[in-house]
């Protein structure tokens, strides 16, 4: 484990009707399911109240680009829900390319023997889950952190 930060992150799947969310322990050693957060105006409330009793070290947030790399309108929305999150509770946010995270969470749901349908409640926490842990095995393995900060802005918005 050269080079891995240890800390508690959260992985934040941003989506237009939920938001997935994921923690770590602070060893990295597994991701797991913490809930799905219904998107609205209190969305980022929910996920400050959920990261309230933790110690973060930071937020990792899935940038949903398309297959080529580039940006979409999801894009564009993940990057201002982590921008506001980042403002909101002061903890450092990790933008992470997150390409497939979600048909990853339905396949492992289908070999699971969950049908869809069953899994709608569900698939946004298992995205979060797959994008995390993503992060977490890359910084393990190269030493570097995923993806790219968001740079603090010097005064509040």
Do not use: Y
């Not at 909101?88 to 339905?106: F, I, N, Y």
């Amino acid at each position: 484990m050269s080079g891995f930060r240890r800390g508690v992150r959260l992985g934040i799947d941003v989506g237009r009707a939920r938001v997935g969310v994921a923690r770590c322990d602070p060893d990295g050693m597994l991701a797991v399911p913490v809930e799905t957060v219904p998107r609205g105006e209190s969305s980022i409330d929910r996920i400050l109240e959920i990261a309230g009793d933790l110690d973060l070290l930071e937020f990792v947030v899935g940038l949903p680009v398309n297959m080529r790399g580039d940006d979409t309108a999801s894009t564009t929305d993940a990057r201002e829900f982590a921008a506001t999150l980042q403002q909101r509770s002061g903890v450092p946010v990790r933008l992470v390319d997150e390409r497939l995270s979600t048909v990853s969470a339905h396949a492992a749901l289908r070999s699971s023997g969950r049908s869809q349908k069953k899994s709608r409640s569900i698939v946004d926490q298992v995205a979060a889950v797959v994008l995390l842990q993503q992060a977490i095995d890359t910084e393990k393995s190269t030493g570097n952190p995923a993806g790219a900060i968001i740079p603090v802005d010097e005064e509040p918005a």
